[in-house]
């Protein structure tokens, strides 16, 4: 008599991928963990914990390889844990500070943002560079660096590999020009409530603007910090005019590409729900004690961490070494020429 074979239960099916899945997750976390204590160390505390992520992942990748195993449970980390760190980061911007600094401020930053878009399409368009990964830097440039990157990258349909490497290479090139800050501060002839304005309008991540205004004391840290928020304010309508911008592009695409359709991010409006609470509604109508809300912002980096190190494993080093360089230039130049002309123009 012919054995037939033995067929899986699908219910053994379903508890091995979600299995696969839970560990894909905690794959992501323990890569996060491991970039969170190396940024404890010594020189690295100033690079911080999602770019040491990003480089582990991506050493990962060059030694061992993807982990297809644990597709599932990266790609969620890399995807829908990123979006959730997006929406709490909603609670880092204060919408009501920046509203009442009135126009000025605003418009400044709008001319920072801009000038670093325009300025590095161009240097990317002169340099023969892949222009979405120029894009991205670009939105980092201006805005706010990795959280704005992954803010964009889903309306932009960017690749994974391309956010993961424009994150990291913002986060390494906005540590050290907020080294080069600090190092230029005992030379420049200006007040420190003037030389935080400039930290905060010119440097990349709100870390870097802290690390940068620091040591001009408490009167440049509250500039710096006010200067910077408005940049992440305007990452609102920044997202709402390229979700426009892609509407239209794809309305002169066919009909059967439904991967051109653009809809209006989700998680685009939990970071405007969460400003809005924490501008109008904490501490007025619900106080939550400052403990809890740095541990929520400390919650928010690490899932941020966990989202940057899922991406770091989509990149292949083989495949971006040549396609990073360009871009990377363009960038460089951008954030130069934007410390140098909004100095002397403060």
């Given at each position: 008599m012919k054995l037939q074979p033995v067929m899986p239960h699908p219910r053994l099916k379903e508890l091995k991928f979600s299995s696969r899945f839970a560990e894909g997750i905690l794959f992501t976390f323990f890569i996060a963990a491991a970039g969170y204590v190396l940024a404890k160390l010594p020189g690295l505390d100033r690079v911080g914990q999602m770019a040491c992520a990003i480089v582990l992942a991506v050493l990962y990748r060059q030694l061992r390889g993807y982990p297809e195993e644990l597709r599932s449970g990266i790609r969620f980390s890399s995807t829908t844990l990123l979006r959730l760190a997006i929406i709490l980061f909603g609670l880092k911007l204060n919408i009501?500070?920046?509203?009442?600094?009135?126009?000025?401020?605003?418009?400044?930053?709008?001319?920072?943002?801009?000038?670093?878009?325009?300025?590095?399409?161009?240097?990317?368009?002169?340099?023969?560079?892949?222009?979405?990964?120029?894009?991205?830097?670009?939105?980092?440039?201006?805005?706010?660096?990795?959280?704005?990157?992954?803010?964009?990258?889903?309306?932009?349909?960017?690749?994974?590999?391309?956010?993961?490497?424009?994150?990291?290479?913002?986060?390494?090139?906005?540590?050290?020009?907020?080294?080069?800050?600090?190092?230029?501060?005992?030379?420049?002839?200006?007040?420190?409530?003037?030389?935080?304005?400039?930290?905060?309008s010119t440097l990349h991540e709100i870390a870097h603007v802290a690390l940068a205004a620091a040591p001009a004391g408490d009167s440049a840290m509250t500039a710096a910090i006010l200067s910077k928020l408005g940049r992440v304010f305007l990452l609102i309508p920044l997202s709402f005019i390229l979700v426009a911008v892609h509407k239209c592009i794809c309305k002169g695409q066919k009909p059967a590409d439904s991967s051109a359709k653009v809809a209006l991010p989700w998680f685009l409006a939990g970071f405007i729900g969460m400003s809005l609470l924490n501008s109008y509604v904490l501490g007025t109508y619900i106080t939550i004690p400052a403990p809890v809300m740095e541990q929520i912002s400390v919650i928010t980096t690490f899932l941020l961490t966990m989202a940057m190190a899922g991406l770091g494993l989509n990149v292949n080093l083989k495949e971006l070494r040549a396609k990073a360089l360009r871009p990377l230039y363009a960038m460089v130049v951008t954030s130069i020429l934007l410390s140098a002309l909004t100095y002397f123009t403060m």
């Open positions: 009501a500070i920046v509203l009442q600094q009135g126009p000025a401020l605003l418009i400044r930053d709008a001319a920072v943002i801009l000038f670093a878009l325009g300025m590095t399409l161009l240097l990317a368009r002169l340099f023969r560079a892949d222009r979405s990964l120029s894009f991205l830097l670009a939105i980092g440039t201006g805005v706010c660096g990795a959280a704005a990157i992954a803010a964009v990258s889903p309306i932009l349909k960017s690749e994974e590999k391309d956010t993961a490497m424009a994150a990291g290479l913002i986060a390494l090139v906005g540590t050290i020009f907020a080294i080069g800050y600090t190092l230029l501060l005992p030379f420049l002839p200006i007040p420190s409530e003037v030389y935080g304005v400039w930290t905060g």
